[in-house]
């Protein structure tokens, strides 16, 4: 049974190695990163030893989070394929979200000391993930230790915005963000709360920060015309949201999506407004199908998709903080695989990350795309409408004798008698398609499926068998202890 059950697993092996895809290998930008965004004190309860003033139960106390959750749960975020986590501010802090810093020396001690964060940066780089932090520029608290010594003005209830025309304000916290640059072996920073922080300072605070940590990528949350490696692009985030929050959408804000601005983060769903979930279950929409067409949009469109914690539980929340909860890993996590699959697609594939795009179709919801380079070419096509939709394609767009081979599905597309491939997709689906010779009978396929069927029935046959004998001789015992 263990020579079986060895063999089986070797035909399953071949069998899924019997219809490669060859993928480019390039050096690697900021175009090729997906990232997970999530709050430190919200993600994971790992130490009891810093949960002072912590109320569970309390939506704006500090809950527990700490980055000794995080390492409890790195297997949570390795399962999902980002290639950045992002951890947000964690810089000691007023508030639970880390915004209202009060100090940019020393980390928040209800998050973990500095020997805690060393350690969970070490795990994360060992499982092969990148991390960003968040520096923010504004609104820290009015408690600040700065806040007697440099010029700031007041802003929201308890806070200040620091005097960012002063040399003095700007060389301090230039200062303050390159230590902790050095400090900590950080891939990111995301500068935030920058309101209308002057454009030269903002290029000087990211030189220093490049000079210190090569490699660095240094980005934010805002529009700016500073020399970040990314901004959000909000037109074609607003876009996605508008175009898949609720079925048989008017979808033409979509056709404003070209093959430009492939490092612009993508993030319809974000921490400081009403969660997607939100206005979808205002709308009377189903949560999970939803999510699925968006995200299959978003992963595979230009650009770099962030996506905020506890999407994959499809989270609800208008506003902060209840659109901030504790994550609970009790909830059906039906979109963790999803987002795995398609984070997985997209990191082995350069020209899901970088090629060509082209629209072929988009009317009603129901859209079809091309992403295309020198090595391959894929069919992407979303039905977020509520009848079954078909597409022609004609083979002057990919070619005579190919086949589509769907890769979520499965499905598979090849030329018919009238000299077209019709992709058809049932309602709010999405499959992603590669393009592929077809060759008629894959015979190596073939012969592993043949193999894999006949090692299955064997192995099948055998404990049959053992069943049958186990039976005999426990009969034979029977009579024998009888007489």
Request: proline letters at 4%; one cysteine or more; aromatic letters at 10%.
């Amino acid at each position: 049974m263990k020579r079986i059950t060895g063999l089986l697993a070797a035909c399953m092996l071949a069998l899924s190695i019997a219809q490669p895809v060859t993928y480019a290998e390039t050096e690697k930008t900021f175009s090729d990163e997906s990232i997970y965004d999530l709050l430190v004190d919200r993600f994971n309860n790992g130490l009891g030893t810093n949960d002072f003033d912590v109320n569970a139960q309390d939506p704006n106390a500090f809950n527990g989070g700490d980055f000794g959750g995080i390492s409890n749960r790195l297997q949570h975020l390795i399962d999902m394929h980002f290639s950045m986590i992002s951890i947000g501010p964690v810089f000691k802090t007023a508030t639970y979200d880390g915004n209202q810093v009060l100090d940019y020396s020393e980390l928040e001690p209800h998050f973990g000391t500095s020997e805690e964060l060393t350690e969970l940066l070490s795990q994360m780089h060992d499982a092969d993930l990148k991390v960003m932090a968040d520096f923010p520029l504004g609104n820290v608290s009015a408690d600040h230790v700065w806040a007697n010594e440099l010029a700031s003005s007041p802003a929201e209830e308890g806070t200040i915005d620091w005097d960012l025309s002063s040399k003095e304000v700007q060389d301090q916290l230039i200062g303050a963000a390159v230590q902790f640059v050095k400090d900590y072996e950080l891939a990111g920073l995301r500068l935030t709360k920058l309101k209308e922080v002057d454009t030269a300072f903002l290029n000087r605070m990211i030189e220093a920060l490049k000079n210190e940590r090569e490699g660095l990528y240094v980005i934010t949350n805002e529009a700016s015309d500073a020399s970040f490696d990314s901004v959000p692009a909000k037109e074609r985030s607003d876009a996605i949201q508008e175009s898949f929050v609720q079925v048989d959408p008017d979808s033409s804000s979509m056709d404003q999506f070209t093959g430009e601005d492939t490092d612009k983060l993508l993030q319809f769903d974000d921490l400081t407004g009403p969660r997607f979930t939100y206005r979808m279950v205002e709308l009377r929409q189903f949560p999970p199908t939803r999510w699925k067409v968006a995200t299959a949009a978003q992963f595979m469109l230009p650009g770099v998709p962030l996506v905020p914690y506890a999407t994959e539980i499809a989270v609800n929340g208008k506003e902060a903080p209840e659109s901030h909860p504790f994550f609970n890993f009790k909830t059906d996590m039906e979109l963790h695989e999803w987002i795995g699959d398609l984070n997985t697609l997209r990191n082995d594939s350069d020209t899901l990350r970088n090629g060509d795009f082209r629209i072929l179709h988009n009317e009603d919801g129901f859209m079809v795309f091309e992403r295309s380079s020198e090595k391959e070419k894929w069919i992407i096509a979303i039905n977020n409408t509520s009848e079954v939709q078909s597409f022609e394609i004609n083979p002057a767009e990919i070619g005579e004798k190919k086949k589509l081979r769907g890769v979520l599905g499965q499905d598979l597309v090849k030329e018919t008698k009238d000299n077209k491939y019709h992709v058809v997709l049932d309602r709010e689906l999405a499959e992603i398609y590669i393009v592929e010779e077809d060759e008629g009978f894959n015979t190596p396929y073939l012969i592993a499926s043949l193999l894999v069927y006949a090692f299955f029935l064997s192995f099948l046959f055998a404990i049959f068998r053992k069943g049958r004998q186990r039976k005999k001789e426990e009969a034979l015992k029977k009579q024998q202890q009888t007489k």
